[in-house]
């Protein structure tokens, strides 16, 4: 027989084997529990599977060089090349850092508190892969926030929080000082904490298929399971081509059979993320308990692209939604298509908490040892303000906090929404200020302007704090205030107390991802380093020594950027 007929035999024999396989499929084959795909609606695992394709041809199946796709001979005349990997789609909000500012001018300043800590995770994901993260992906304040300092606990018969307010000089710049405000949230006596009614939300569209988003999402609610009540419920909704309930409320008590519901989740389709949304809240209104805490947990990429996929749309439905009393929280996984912009929005106009879990151990901190503070709301719509007083402070900048700046009049407004603090939580902001006659000052006076702001002032106040904040479902604000003094001040940065020493290592490591445009020439990744490590204290888990090892990772990549850039210009 020549070699046509050769290959002719080899190919008929080929498909007579594909034809057998693919009829003991249809007729019975044993199924493959990798290949049930829930896209919305309840299954047993029972569906057989697709039949597989038929094999490759002996020609079909010769093995190409590495980088090249397989070809038949006929096409083997020029190299095919594989397609490229996925473009980085990655999306971040577009924002500018806040400007220094006169008190002369604008001596008021309000915001409302960020606890979210999505950012830390995910910049330390892009250090991790050798690269410095985008500009945008950098929020100073979650930088800050990602670690618990030891703010004095409230006191018991007081206002939730504790506020602490310290003055120091800044190593960022001579000449200029940090006003760093703390507050501690009171810890839940574990004994009399009310249940969790929890309704998931399961991203388990196609792009969700990746190691290190379905499968480490499912693995990051079974870490939570474990610091669950029996006594407290979860409830699961999917979406993906399109949006299904897959267990309805059950008892943790039941825990196996909340388990087999994940594992039976597989990614799959397009992304109904808010038809999701919808399906979500409407099973966590029916099932609205008055004694819970009632809460809806997104777990996603935010690749929003079927459904209610506008940002306003979202915004404006997730708005609403909170006036219901359920709280949300959103999960970010993976990379390539990550939409933490999307992801923010949703978080902040919920009501809610964003985190970004990109390993097993980040899965455990956020579900497991910071549960509490991420499940519990102690305050509602923490808002402050700032009145920096002219004879004593020039200029003044927030550093972060520029997706959570309120118009002054937002302040008293108790209609207006702003961010809750958690159980056991605290927040940092930090301020950097210029005192009057410092040398330091970036803006130059008004040739025939007002000068004589420096009217005397014998109370010695640098600034006056004010907040406000709601009891859980409460509709009116209370208010607290205090006044910043001499008596807040130390005269150098080694007499700070060791939180405000460690979160400003922290501020100074946000500032130089950011491009260090806003420090002085005498800071960098080193005196980071050595102001993180002189204020470490006790470190159980290790969260601050990995810090001081990201601004090494950081030095790295910088330089590494650094070199590129050159070799381009040449």
Known sequence: MNFKGLVLTGVAAAAMLAACQSNDTATGGEASQDTIVVTGNKTDGTAPPPPP????????????????????PRHMQGPVMQPPAPEFRDQ?????????????????????????????????????????????????????????YTYPQPAEDGPPFSTQVNLMPS???DGRELMQ???????????????INLTLLMDVSGSMFSDDKLPLAKQAIKLMLEEMEPTDTIAIVVYAGAAGEILAPTPVSEKRKIVAALEELRAGGSTAGGEGLRLAYS???????????????????GDFNVGISDPEQLEDFVSRKRETGIYLSVLGFGRGNYNDAMMQKIAQTGNGTAAYVDTLSEARKVLADDLAGNIFPIADDVKIQVEFNPARVAEYRLIGYETRLLDREDFNNDKVDAGDIGAGTSVTAIYEITPVGSNATQIDPLRYGDTDTRRDDPSGEYAYVKLRYKAPGEDTSTLLERAVTLAD???????????ARFATAVAGYGEMLKGGEALGTGFGWEEIRNLANGAKGPDEFG????????????????????????????
Do not use: C, H
């Open 489 to 499: 001040r130390v005269d150098s940065m080694d007499q700070a107390p060791q939180w």
């Open 283 to 301: 099973l966590a209104e029916q099932g609205l308990k008055e004694d819970a805490v009632n809460r809806v947990m997104l777990l996603t990429d």
């Open 181 to 195: 405000i703390g507050i501690q949230g009171r810890d839940i006596d574990e004994t009399a904490r009310p249940p």
């Open 53 to 72: 394709p038929p094999p490759p041809s002996p020609v079909m199946a010769m093995e190409a060089p590495a980088g090249y796709a397989k070809a038949s």
């Open 543 to 570: 969260y601050r020594a990995e810090f001081v090892n990201l601004t090494r990772l950081a030095e790295t990549a910088e330089a590494q950027a650094a070199l590129r850039r050159q070799g381009q210009e040449e």
């Open 92 to 148: 971040y909000e577009d924002v500018d850092q806040n400007p220094v500012k006169l008190v002369s001018e604008e001596p008021v300043s309000t915001f409302s508190i960020d606890v979210d800590t999505a950012s830390y995770a995910n910049v330390r994901r892009f250090l991790e892969d050798g690269v410095l993260p985008p500009k945008d992906a950098v929020r100073i304040e979650e930088l800050i926030n990602y670690f618990d």
């Open 171 to 173: 190593p960022f710049a």
